[in-house]
Structure formats: C-alpha cells, structure tokens
C-alpha cells in the first residue's frame, strides 16, 4: 500500500496532486471512467448489494490539466504515546524519613509470629513479619539472630517440613538470651557460610539484616559489612522474594539523614574502582552508589564495561547482574552516554519500565534500538508482559519510528500489527521510510520498498 501511495505521488504535508495530460488521454480517462462506473454497476444488480461511492472530482481547465483531489487522514502531532509524567520519570534518591521512637518490643510474641512464616521464591518470605525501621537494640538482637540463623525451606509444597524448620528456629530463639548486647565479632560468625553448598542448611540472608546491623553497630561498621563481605562463590546468594542482603542498603536509607547520607557517600567513594560487575565478585559498593545517586563517581566505572556478556553461574544470576548495570547506565540521564553505553554492552530493553525509562530520556533519538529489544524479547519469550512492550513502541507516531519499526515488521508474526502502523500513519510512513529506501542495509532497504 504504501509502495502505491508513493507511486501516485502522495507527499508527506499535502492532500491535493495535479498532474498534466492531454485532451486526448483526458477523454481516455473519461471513457475508463464510464466503463468502471458501468462495471460497477453491472456488479451491483447481480448481487443485489449496495456499493460504496467514490468521491472524485474532475475539473477541466482549456482541455490540458486535471485536477485529482486525493484524501488521506489528517496530520497529526507526533507523540511518544506517553504522559508528561511518564516521559519525566527518572532515578530519585529515597527520602528522609522522621526519626520515630522504636515500639515496645515483646520477646515472646515476635518469637510466636515467626509461625506464620511462608516460602518464597527459593527463600523464606519475611515481607508479612512487619520488620522494623526503628527498633531497640533489643529487637535489632531478635531480629538478626533470626534472620542469619533460618534455615532453607524444603518448598512451596512441604508445609509440614517446613513448619519443622520454623519450629528450630524459635526453639533456638528460645534458648538464647536476647538482651541487644550481641557483640560484632558473633554477629560476623553468624553471617559465615559453608563452602560447599550442600551443606549450608541455612538461607543468604535478606536485604532486612542492614536494619538491625545498623541498630546495633553503627553506620560505619554496616557500610565496612557490605562493602567488603562476600559470600563462598558456589552458595547461591541471589533473593527473589527479599533482596539479598548485598542489597540492603537501599531498604536502610530511608532512615539516614544528610549528614549520615554524606558519611556514606565519603566511605564508600573509595571502593568505586572501574571494574566489570562480574558474577562472584563484590558488586555491593555500586549499588550503594546507585542508592546515594553518585553519577560522577559511577561514569567511569560504566565506560570501563566491555562489550561482553556477564559469567554467571546461573541464568538468575546473569539477568539479576544485567538489570543492575542497566540500572546505573540509567542514572546517568544524559542521552548520548546513556545510548552508546548502554549499546556498547549490548543489553536490550526488556520490560514496558525499561522502555519507558529509555524513551524519556532519549525522545526520538535512538528508537531502533528500543525496536530492537522488542524484537528480541518476543524472539526469547513471546508472553503478554512483553507484548505490552509492542503495544508501547506502536503507540510512538513520528517518522522517526517508520525505518525501525521495519525490524519488527520483518519479524512474521508482528508483521500484521506493524503493517497497521504504516497504513494508519502515511505521513510518517511516507517521511521516515523515503530515506530507508536508499539505506545501506539491504534487507532494510527492501522492506521500506516493500
């Protein structure tokens, strides 16, 4: 369709074509216009349908040009497809929570709650147990015993196993004496772990274990934890359902205040050292700084990133590392060093917030590679939260988006959907797919003749 609109000369701001005959080919037209009509006729009363006019004016002027008003749809703004507030969306540090006075904390009671303690995604769920910002040490004591010493539940399904695991964990609660004077070096050997995997019995701890670290020992010696502890690399750290503890400073900053924030920033400015953020290797220092918002401390530490996939020891893992980096190339919010970064280690787009993210800040400028990753992702998954990020990108109406829109089209089962961009928007079909014609990239070149 769009090869015939080009073909009859439809330009992209105007509505009325002329074109120059003479009065012989004029009376040709006339004649095959007679013909059509009784074709169209004859057609009509042999189905007994009605059929649909064509509106056509012909205006003669000395017998040497013709007048043919075509109608195509009205021009339109172009547009994102996005709210003011969704384009305007960007990275914001946490805000500064009023200091509040700890509850009364009941031994007993937090020790029976833990009944109700469920699975999670390889975990133990600990988001119902209602953990606190502000505690006493005693609780911070409760709490970090319970958090280090829980161990693995058997599943989703093993209820009875699993209320056993529950059972020795507040029998072991029980038994200890739980008065907030836990010392640094117990609270280390609690947090140790076993080489070998398969006899840890206990789970990673959860990203809540910064809160009572930080209740019982100070900032200093938290940030000192986080920055420095890792894990035995063949223990599975990785938390689905809590957060490991590796990223527990993002629940802890809430608490902090301006001179606490800038501490943070002073302590752990010296361990942002460019590096790959590979599997196994500490990776807490940059999330921290992703936290407090540290950009310049970050952009060299992106720019040192190569242009190669992470090692990981699991496919979890390797997307967990990968939607972090994408996290820290994002804070970055400058538009040219966001695109040839974020290119450059080769991770594509793969959620609507992503998209919407990577559209906000780059506008217009870089819409193929926002195609690309919708490519992609229906290449490896093809499920309904992925074909909302199509539905997202067919929602962008600017010639900018014609020429990359032809890499979904030339996928077959988004070739319908795409197509009916075209059609709906000739204008910026028109605009944007000319200069595709002439592009070096045949492939490219024929679906925009196509």
């Known amino acids: 369709m769009l090869s015939e609109k080009l073909k009859k000369g439809y330009q992209g701001t105007g509505e009325v074509v002329a074109s120059t005959s003479s009065p012989k080919s004029a009376k040709n037209k006339a004649e095959t216009s007679e013909i059509k009509s009784a074709q169209t006729k004859q057609t009509t009363e042999t189905n007994g349908k009605v059929a649909i006019a064509r509106e056509s004016q ?186 490991s503890y590796y990223e527990g400073f993002a629940r802890l900053l809430p608490i902090l205040d301006e001179s606490e924030r800038k501490l943070s920033k002073e302590l752990i400015r010296p361990h942002l050292k460019p590096k790959e953020l590979e599997d196994g290797e500490m990776i807490t220092p940059f999330l921290i700084a992703l936290d407090l918002g540290m950009k310049e401390e970050l952009l060299p530490v992106v720019e040192s990133w ?22 820290i190339v994002f804070l970055l919010e400058d538009p040219e060093i966001i695109k040839s970064n974020m290119r450059k280690i080769g991770h594509q787009l793969e959620s609507v917030d992503e998209l919407k993210r990577w559209l906000g800040i780059t506008g217009y400028s870089d819409l193929e590679w926002a195609a690309l990753s919708v490519k992609a992702v229906f290449h490896d998954y093809d499920n309904e939260r992925h074909k909302e990020m199509l539905k997202l990108f067919l929602g962008i109406k600017a010639p900018e988006a014609a020429k990359p829109m032809l890499h979904l089209y030339a996928v077959p089962k988004l070739a319908s959907e795409t197509k009916h961009w075209f059609v709906e928007h000739p204008y910026f079909a028109i605009e944007g797919l000319v200069p595709a014609v002439l592009d070096g990239d045949k492939k490219i070149s024929e679906l925009a003749i196509d």
């Open 58 to 243: 012909k205006h003669s002027q000395n017998g040497n040009h013709t007048i043919e008003e075509k109608k195509l749809k009205e021009p339109i703004e172009k547009t994102l497809g996005l709210s003011k507030e969704e384009l305007s969306v960007r990275f914001n540090i946490a805000a500064i929570l009023p200091k509040e006075e700890p509850k009364p904390f009941d031994l007993k009671t937090k020790i029976e709650q833990l009944s109700s303690l469920k699975s999670g995604i390889g975990s133990v769920d600990w988001t119902d147990q209602n953990i606190p910002l502000f505690m006493t040490k005693p609780e911070a004591h409760f709490w970090f015993l319970a958090l280090t010493c829980m161990g693995n539940f058997y599943g989703y399904y093993e209820e009875q196993k699993n209320k056993r695991v529950i059972q020795r964990l507040q029998d072991f609660l029980n038994s200890q004496t739980i008065d907030g004077n836990l010392t640094l070096e117990k609270a280390m050997d609690l947090l140790e772990r076993q080489e070998d995997s398969r006899k840890e019995k206990r789970t990673t701890p959860p990203s809540y274990i910064t809160i009572p670290f930080y209740t019982l020992f100070g900032l200093e010696k938290v940030l000192h934890f986080l920055a420095t502890y890792n894990y035995p690399e063949s223990v599975e750290t990785g938390d689905f359902t809590n957060g």
């Open 306 to 327: 190569e242009s190669k996939k992470i090692q990981s020891r699991t496919r979890s893992s390797y997307f967990e590392h990968k939607e972090r980096r994408k996290n």
